[in-house]
Every structure is written in C-alpha cells, then in structure tokens.
C-alpha cells in the first residue's frame, strides 16, 4: 500500500512537473512570438476581425478599379478610381487641419458649390496612398489640377465632378505623371465587385482593408450602403486620419446627404482617437448614386430617419475598424463618459483618457491602473469632484466616493485587463453630460512603425 | 528487479522532468530580462549632465535631513524632511488638476493664508516617494493631518507651518506610520549640506537627482538660491509632473516672492511636456530664510528684478533637467514658435508639436521628419496659413512658401537630427507672437517603464 501511496505521488509529481513546463514552455513561445512581432514589418493587427474584409453589397451606379502606378509603393495597386453615374449627390467632410493637403482644399471647394444640375453629369474620385500631397506648395495645387484634368478629359466629365484624395508621406511632391499614366487604364478596368481592392489600394501603415455595409427598408423598398476605410496612424478628431468612401443606392438631396453625413460624423469619426495626432488628409466622401430609385427626404422625414440610422452604423463600423487597425495596438477601448456638467465637458474627459499616454500605455501592459484615469480625469479641463467620481473598468465597480471601492479586487480588474475589448466608465455625478469615445492601447510597436516611417 | 527499474526510470523522468522545467524557466527569465534590459532604474539617461549632481551652495536658515521608512521602496532613502528656522517666507505653485492629491490641497490651503505674523515660527517640508496620497479620499487627508501632526510636535512648530509632497502611485493608502516613525530622526539628524541626498530621496522613476542653484549679487551683497527637483513621467503644464523645492536666504515679503515664483513659471516648469499627462501632485514650495540679511523689494524694484532673474534661472535648470530625465528620452528639444497672431497661438503651436506622439516618435528615430512639424502645427487650432509658414531646424532651413526649401538636403537634416539636443522652430509669418516650450522625443522605453509601472 505504501508503495501504491508512493505510486501515486510520483505519479501526481510527474503530472505537476509536465504542467509546470508545459507552462514554461508555453511562456517560451508566447516572449518568442511578442519579440519576433515587434522585430517583423507588417504583422496584421490582432483586432482585424476574422474572416477579413466582409462581403460588400454592389451599389447601383457605381464602379471601381485600381491600379499599380508606383506612387511610392513597388509591386502593389497604390490607385483606385471610383466612377459614379449621372444622377448621384455627393457629400463630403475633412480635416480641421489649417495646413490641409491640397486634394482636401480642392474637394471642399468643389462639394461646397454642388447644387441640384450637378446631378446631370456623373462623378469620379481618384485616391493614391504613398504620397498626401500636403505642404507640397503650388506644386501641389498644379499636382491635383493636372491629375483631375486626365479624369474628367478620359471619362467626358467636367473637373469640378472629379475628387482626389491623397495620404501618406507628408512633403514630397505628388508625381502626377505616374497617376495620369494609369487613368485610361482605370477607366477601362472599371467593376462594380472590386470594392475590396479599391480597399486595399488605398492603404497606408494599415494592416488590413477595412469595409462595412449595411441595408435599411424604407417603405418596403431596400437601400444599400457600403463603405470602406483606410488610416491607422494620426487618427484624431477632427477627423481621425483618414480616407473614407462610402456609397448608397438611395436617392437623395445633396443638402440632405451632407446634412445626414455631418450629423452622423460626431459620434463616429469624430469620436475616435489613436494618437491625439490629426491629418492634413482627412476626407470623407459620401455619394448617393439614386440607381435604387428610393428617395429620402427631409431632415424631419421617416425615411431620413432610417437611412441617417443606418448611414450611422456602416460609419461606426468602419470608426472601430480605424482603431482597431491603430499602429501597433492589440486592444480596443471604449471610453464612457456619464454625469458631467455638460456633454462638452464629457467629451473633453472622454478625450483626455483616451489620449492619455499614461493610460495608454498601462492598458498596453493588462495593468489596471485606475489612478491614471482619475489623473487623466483631472487634467481634462473639465469640471470633476473627486468625491463625486465612479469608475468602472467593464461591469467592475473600482472607485467611487474619493476612493477605491471596496468591493474592488485588484485580481478581478488584472483579470479584466487581459481582454482583448475593454470599456472605461466614469460618472462624474454632477449632472447628465455624456460622451462615448473609442481608442487604442499604446505600444512599442507605435514608437517602431513610427520612428522609422519614411526609410 | 522490475520494481527497481520502473522506479529508476520514474526518477530519472522525474529528473528529466526537472531538468527541462529549470531550463525553460531559466529561458523564461533570460527572454524577460532581454525584453526588460536596461530596466527600471536602471541605467540614468543618455541627456543626464556629466559630474552628476551639482555642488549646491549652502543656505543659511535651512537643513535636510533623509531616512529609510519602507513607504514602498525597500532599502532606500524614501523620505525626506527639510527644516526652515523661523524669519522666513514661504510661497508655492501647485497642479491645476481637478483630482489633486490630499497634501496639494493641504500645501495650497496653508500657503495661500501665510501672513507677516508668520515669519515668527520656522517651518517643515515633508516628502516621500513611492506613494502619492492622491484619490485616497477622506483617509487620504487623514494621513496628511497625521504626519503633519507629527511633524508639528516633534519640531514644536505650527501645524500650519508644516508642508507636505507625495509622489507615486495613486490611489493607494499612504502608510502614514512608516513616516511618523521617522519624524524624530528626521530631526535629529538634521544638517545643512545634504540637499543631494534629499534629492534622491524624492525620486521615483528619476534616473538621476536634479539640482541647480545660483547667486546674485544685490547692491553688493550676495544672495544665494538654491534648489531640486524630481520629476520623469506625467510632465505636462500645468505644471509638469513634479516635486521642487527651493531655497534662498533673501529676505523678501512672502507676497512678493509669490509673485516672483508665479511670474517665472509659465516660461519655465509650465513650459515643459514629456508626454502632454498632467500630475495630481505637482508642487513647486520656495522658501526664503532670510538669512542672508539682503532685503529685496517690490515688483518693481531693481532688487526684485535681479532676485526675480536669478531665480528664473535656477527654476530653468531645473525644469530642463526634469525633460532630460524624461521617461526613456534620448533627446532634448527645445521648439520655438514666432510670428504667432498672439502669444497664445504660439503657444498652441509649441505645445501640439511638443506633445506630438507622430512628431517624438519621428525625433526617436533621427528622422528629420518636418511634414509632421506642418500636421502638428495644423492641428493646433491656432492660425496658420500653409504659404506663410517657415520651418527650421537648428540652423538649417527646411521649408518655406508653403513648400520645402530648394536649399534644404535630406542628408543635412538627417545629421542634423543624429545630434544629442534639438530645436525645432516655427516662424507662422502673422504676427509678434511667440513662444518656447522644450520636450523630449518619445521612445521604446517610455512604454517599457510605463506599461508596467506598478508591478
């Protein structure tokens, strides 16, 4: 018996010391694989939602084709061209940015004078990535213009329905030549299934193509949207940087879509922030191509309602997708703002956890560190009552009155941390002010994509 | 036979089985090390001034004294204890946070009631690190009242006269005892020449201690100041995340030497930002003994200008040594904006750069990445016309008229960027506004220390 007795605790030692070195073992690969990602290039985000990019439903009216013009890229399509039919309204928001890449200066002018005849002639919109044409000066004006010109003389449009948009290095002069060189060959090429290359085509540092679609039935009759996104770096209201082109098949008033567009744009683009760092390239191009046939009306209609609805969701969508291609990040953040004096204050709260480098950097490393977020609460500008503050890290109470809740576990807020989606709440309990925002963590792989971009 | 040679074999599985758990824990703690290498603490910054800290000059009226009381850190001097004989003045600038910590609401309290009548009882500085009493709530306040309580009856002082600094992690309760212990020791062990080891003893993620100190002459009669700081993460106005304290043996009114401190803290500790977070325990305590017997007059005296001067250069100094020590800098920048629409543009201008993770990151990789200096500068919100906007570095001139300079090479910005100390300087081309904030770049590092800081 004594020897069974013995038996078994070897036996029970020898499982013990497999599990041990199972584990070990497992730690082994798991540092391996942390330093072989950050010594890789291009890894793709550990956020790029599976099953890659989704399926976009064909929107009537409209087509694309992408090619490779050896922008700044070797050896991949860098250009894409969306040609949309007669009949369509297109809206537009971009950057703040008072140093704002020539392409966006050239679309504001362009968008801001559309009126009901434009809808007599169809639109086309020319994106390049490896090069923003921003800070390029006069050249770069005479960049946009020559470019624009090849367009609209190769599809028999007029210039002013012809949109460019450029990202990537800020600077250098845009080759226009190597553009214009393929413009015939985009024309040519043109379908109305290629939106996930058009996707592809315009990205910069991102790690995957990003796109979201939604359908919505106003009075029984479907309308589709689809869009897709690309920015991974720089991305701050307002707006994060991006380039953003989305489509629908419903018909209606350019007014009413740049209305729906702009209010929409708030709680979306304009909520997202993955480095405080904002574009001089940020667009957001929304065209309504009419082929379903289905109108919208009026801010105050039903129908706008729905579509607004849903035009909203295919934005938030593709907002997420910015953040969760953020450079170097491996969690997604929701950041929730309650109780402030007012939503602005809220926003500036919202605003400073989620750019804050300290809390950034402590959610990159599972560490619960609900001191920074009450740091970051403090520095915000906004009003905040330490005694009147609670803060939530999931459903996990963590503080409230001034202090550490005493219902809180630092293991179950380090067990928290180590998912991969995490929501930060705070209350401020002064009144009913609220904001919601998204980020990122912040890793060393941010400092690497960036400390070397250009070479 | 069997018996003996199953159990043979068990143990030597067993060995087997131990042997390979010490080899992959041996790995694991070999691949944490590599990934840690050069870790906390560990190795003092590349921008730390060679000799190390400075030979600070004695100031009559004022001794330190350190000691070892286990707050968090085991087996180093974690508090220190500063002991100011009665005839002096006392003035103070603290964090604008809205969740301040417990002692800054005490400081800010006492100072802002400090009259004449006060100059009859001498006065205590108390600091620790390691814990910063802040979010601790009403026991928060409770450890202040003790230890001040403490202070007050070993020194037979006022409780108002005695000062109190917490710095590091937030949130949790401050082991007021550990430091009561030591209160009498503190006294009794009390010298005039131990400022350098009181600089230490108020470090946290300080790579090295940061003193200064300077002497003017006044109608003849010198007068000295001295002074140190800590100070690495969560730099950020208003103010930098930091603890100074300094000293003079000037004999000046406690209102006029508010005034001075106030004056020279907007162009000094308020212009500095290592990662743009704002501390909840930032103080910035002045104390002049008098000792020296040289009065200095009002605001407008020439007395004050010349104390006011000197003062600023030791609060420079010491603000720069904050920068240089900046978590994981490996470089020192200093951006100066001109030709702003008002002065407070320029500073916009400055700060958006200054805290720019696109434009650190860029300044860690030596790339002279000026298109980010343009999107920085954008961003600001302050008023900037692309085609006005001149750009340099260093000497070298890197774009102007709304492009690049035809004079500038990439190998010359390149080379540039290689050296040890940078400047960044923006002329917006508007107006007679300007401003100058110093920064360091942004590195690895900082995520290291930062995204495991507590554990």
Chains 1, 2 share one sequence.
């Not at 949309?84 to 928001?93: E, I, S």
């Not at 307002?238 to 350019?254: G, S, Y």
């Not at 922030?273 to 009306?297: K, N, Q």
Request: net charge positive; with cysteine; hydrophobic share 40%.
């Amino acid at each position: 018996m004594a020897s069974k007795s013995k038996k078994t605790t070897t036996e029970a030692k020898i499982k013990r010391l497999r599990k041990r070195l199972k584990k070990a073992r497992k730690k082994v690969t798991a540092l391996k694989a942390e330093m072989t990602s950050s010594a890789l290039g291009a890894t793709v985000s550990p956020l790029a939602p599976e099953g890659g990019f989704p399926s976009l439903p064909e929107i009537g009216g409209v087509t694309f084709a992408t090619a490779e013009a050896g922008v700044k890229y070797k050896g991949r399509r860098d250009v894409m061209m969306a040609r949309v039919a007669a009949g369509a309204t297109v809206a537009g928001v971009f950057t703040k940015s008072s140093t704002r890449s020539a392409p966006v200066r050239d679309c504001q002018a362009k968008i801001a004078a559309y009126g009901p005849d434009d809808m007599n002639a169809g639109y086309a919109i020319l994106v390049n990535s490896g090069n923003s044409n921003a800070f390029t000066g006069s050249v770069g004006d005479q960049a946009v213009a020559v470019t624009v010109d090849a367009v609209a003389a190769s599809l028999g449009i007029p210039s002013s329905h012809v949109l460019t948009a450029s990202t990537g290095v800020i600077g250098e002069p845009l080759p226009a030549e190597k553009i214009t060189a393929v413009v015939d060959q985009l024309r040519d090429t043109q379908s109305s299934d290629s939106a996930a290359l058009a996707a592809q085509a315009i990205m910069t540092t991102d790690t995957f193509p990003k796109g979201a679609s939604a359908e919505v039935s106003i009075d029984g009759n479907p309308v589709r949207i689809a869009g897709f996104a690309k920015g991974s770096g720089m991305i701050a209201p307002d707006m994060a940087t991006m380039l953003v082109f989305i489509f629908t098949d419903a018909k209606i008033a350019q007014r009413d879509l740049q209305a729906a567009l702009a209010n929409r744009n708030s709680g979306t683009f304009n909520a997202i922030t993955v480095d405080s760092d904002t574009s001089t390239s940020d667009s957001l191009i929304l065209v309504a191509t009419g082929a379903s046939g289905v109108e919208i009306g009026g801010p105050r209609s039903a129908s706008n309602a729905a579509f607004s609805e849903a035009l909203g969701q295919v934005m938030l969508k593709l907002a997420h997708l910015v953040v969760k291609d953020g450079e170097g990040a491996t969690k997604f953040v929701e950041v929730n703002i309650s109780g402030a004096a007012s939503d602005g204050d809220a926003r500036k709260v919202a605003m400073a956890i989620a750019n804050s480098p300290l809390v950034k950097t402590a959610i990159a490393g599972e560490d619960p560190n609900w001191g920074r977020v009450v740091m970051a609460v403090g520095k915000s500008g906004a009003r905040a009552e330490r005694d009147l503050l609670t803060i939530r890290f999931g459903d996990i109470l963590v503080a409230e009155g001034g202090w550490v809740s005493p219902t809180y576990s630092e293991e179950a807020g380090a067990a928290y941390m180590r998912q991969q989606e995490l929501a930060i709440s705070v209350d401020l309990g002064l009144g009913s002010g609220k904001s919601r925002v998204w980020t990122c963590d912040f890793t060393k792989r941010y400092i690497e994509i960036n400390a070397d971009y250009r070479s």
